[in-house]
């Protein structure tokens, strides 16, 4: 037998690849339940938003700003991003996966003006596959080159160390099973740089890791699918070029406009726009409840209609009525002290049923996928072994499916201590669509869990949206939503992302329904003006749309700076807000003299106040008509300020 060169093990190895890749980029499923349309990540991939932390030698645990750019490419070629550690953060659907399969397809195809061109190498890794025990090589040669004899784990080892370019991508730490532990394992030693230190390492997950390297690493995030996002994918995946049908999808949207916030997920809004198109009619939602509803039922429908066995059929309808065991399987999995998101296929068939499991398989609920099985330091890489587990679909359906568990456990607890001892191991922060399909589906039960969540500390908030998904109508929340726009509402840097969605969703419903909104308050958020001029982007990347009827609106960030151009589009923005009377920067610095032209004409016909508190103790308010700032007292006389200002103003930042 020819004893083979290592360059020859390369080219080996890289066939392998370049095969397992193919496999899996040519196998985007935009609608799960329809198994046999099957579309190449290329022709279905565009670009969500993408932001970059530039703070150079800075830590996520210090402030600092977040840039947009323009490509997923950036994350590579940018100046700012060079390092040999990049973690990409994003919530679920939010298109991680998809990113590493694009770079994939990039690297296979010899795509010009990618990153990946000229690289020897890509390894990508799905950490979900892995465990503690296996080690990175072993991994390499069981799930992208496991078919080829003549390349053995140790041989892998060898090529990578003998390569000039190597990129790895390991997608999916938060479901990695031995994720944030003291394991020692392959993955661990990675991203904390003691192995492959010198080997540039792209890690996606949804949270941080408790342990990496953060003086080398860069910060990477996907905040969802803006408008021109949208436009560009129905285009370029679903209709094409036909307008009328791109219109209908965009109808069907603004149409629904509680699904607004959902369809910023990519992966929903990718399974929305398809099944829009597939259908003559598509109903409207009241809730997103109504909209999981419906999609489940779509799920169903499909797989009943391409059977023709009339006992099947009937079978099918039981499984998608009778699924309590399943709801008692996601509850444990997501209510555990570490989530569980799969489980293994033959003890999940045991526990539900072989003929149900294998149906929500083929419905396309539930996922088959290979990962290791346990091994040990003894284990040879010929000894290895896979088993299939299951998982679902997505989080997403974990959640509806847990939620009609959640109904039965707080319908069975007896007063409110016993609810608060339930749902306290529930967190709504972390699983805002299991409470809010909790209270969609038991109106009795959403009662409860509001009341609990009114007593959590910015619960009220959160409240609403569940009280929105038990009626379906703004009317039956309009008291509420007056009430608290009565206040100042809040918005702070270090807000979960969910308080944060939560709290603009109540703001832009205020607005639409014409509420007054007494005041907003940003705290730390370092908010600038999208290219529209209609938004306001936070530094957490959600939106604030136009507010109109807004009455005041308080900035505040210590000691940032914003050019001419960054002021005039705030202004711009705020000037769109057609209820504004004061707008108030707080401890920014501004430029001194603001061009007339910057100032918007509707500032002057409404006369609205335009405060600045600066470093050091300076009370400027500024005139609209010179565009100079003019040091003033607290009433707005011009005149010189006392000297309390600075401590007065630092006392209630404080206490806020």
């Known amino acids: 037998m020819e004893r083979l060169t290592v360059q020859d093990k390369r080219a080996i190895l890289i066939s392998s690849l370049k095969r397992r890749y193919k496999l899996q980029y040519d196998a985007i499923q935009p609608i799960p339940y329809i198994k046999d349309r099957l579309y190449c990540v290329d022709k279905v991939f565009v670009e969500g938003g993408t932001e970059i932390y530039v703070v150079e030698g800075a830590t996520r645990e210090i402030a600092g700003p977040w840039v947009r750019v323009d490509s997923y490419k950036d994350i590579f070629t940018d100046p700012r991003m060079k390092a040999k550690r990049r973690i990409i953060e994003a919530e679920a659907g939010y298109g991680k996966s998809t990113v590493t399969l694009q770079l994939a397809y990039d690297w296979c195809n010899g795509v010009s003006d990618s990153p990946f061109k000229d690289v020897e190498i890509l390894i990508l890794l799905r950490l979900r596959q892995l465990n503690s025990k296996i080690s990175i090589y072993h991994a390499i040669k069981l799930f992208l080159a496991p078919k080829d004899p003549r390349i053995k784990s140790s041989d892998i080892k060898n090529i990578i160390e003998s390569c000039s370019s190597v990129k790895v991508l390991l997608d999916g730490y938060d479901e990695f099973p031995d994720r944030d532990g003291a394991t020692g394992s392959d993955v661990e030693r ?86 829009t198109h597939e259908k003559t009619h598509f109903q409207k939602f009241k809730s997103a409840t109504g909209f999981f ?58 526990r539900l049923g072989q003929g149900f499991c294998q149906h929500y398989i083929a419905v396309g609920i539930l996922v088959e996928e ?86 959590r500390r910015d619960g009220d908030k959160f409240a609403i949206l569940c009280i929105l998904e038990q009626t379906g109508e703004v009317d039956g929340i309009k008291d509420t939503v007056r009430d608290l726009c009565s206040k100042e509402v809040k918005i702070r840097f270090d807000d979960s992302k969910l308080l944060q969605r939560s709290t603009i969703q109540l703001l832009e419903i205020a607005s639409r329904f014409d509420i007054p909104i007494s005041c907003v308050y940003l705290g730390s958020c370092s908010p600038r003006v999208d290219e529209s001029g209609l938004n306001l982007i936070l530094r957490s990347g959600l939106s604030l749309s136009i507010l109109s009827s807004l009455q005041k609106l308080r900035i505040y960030d210590s000691n ?44 002057k016909s409404r006369s609205v106040k335009v405060w600045n508190y600066d470093f050091p103790s300076r009370h400027r308010r500024l005139n609209l008509q010179t565009g100079q700032w003019q040091s003033c007292d607290d009433n707005g006389k011009v005149g010189l300020k006392g000297l309390f200002s600075r401590t007065r103003i630092r006392l209630q930042n404080l206490t806020e």
């Not at 036909?242 to 069907?252: D, T």
């Open 370 to 455: 290979e990962v290791s099985a346990e091994t040990n330091e003894q284990t040879s890489a010929t000894d290895i072994q896979t088993r299939t587990d299951v998982r679902f679909y997505h989080k997403l359906f974990c959640e509806w499916f847990a939620c009609f568990r959640l109904v039965e456990v707080v319908a069975a607890t007896r007063g409110a201590s016993a609810l608060k001892n339930v749902l306290d191991k529930v967190d709504p922060f972390n699983l805002q669509y299991l409470y809010r399909f909790t209270c969609g589906i038991s109106p009795a039960v959403g009662r409860r869990i509001i009341e609990y969540l009114k007593s």
């Open 293 to 350: 509803r419906y999609m489940i039922k779509c799920f169903h429908s499909h797989m009943r209609n391409k059977s023709l066995d009339k006992h099947a059929k009937e079978h099918m309808s039981e499984h998608e009525s009778e699924h309590d065991e399943l709801s008692k399987v996601a509850f444990e999995g997501l209510c555990g002290e570490n989530q569980q998101l799969s489980w293994r296929k033959d003890g999940l068939c045991t």
């Open 560 to 603: 940032r700076r914003l050019t001419n151009e960054e002021l005039a589009a705030i202004l711009s923005y705020s000037s769109q807000c057609t209820s504004l009377k004061e707008l108030r920067f707080e401890w920014y610095h501004l430029p001194d003299t603001i061009p007339v032209g910057s100032i918007p004409s509707t500032f």
């Open 190 to 275: 990675i991203i904390t740089r003691n192995l492959f230190r010198n080997i540039d390492v792209t890690l996606t997950t949804r949270y941080l890791p408790n342990d990496y390297d953060k003086a080398n690493t860069k910060y990477v995030r996907l905040v969802g699918f803006d408008e021109k996002a949208r436009d560009q994918y129905i285009r370029k995946a679903v209709t094409g070029d036909n307008e009328e049908s791109v219109a209908k999808i965009k109808r069907a949207l603004n149409e629904n406009p509680i699904l607004d916030d959902l369809c910023q997920v990519p992966l929903l809004f990718v399974m929305f726009s398809h099944m």
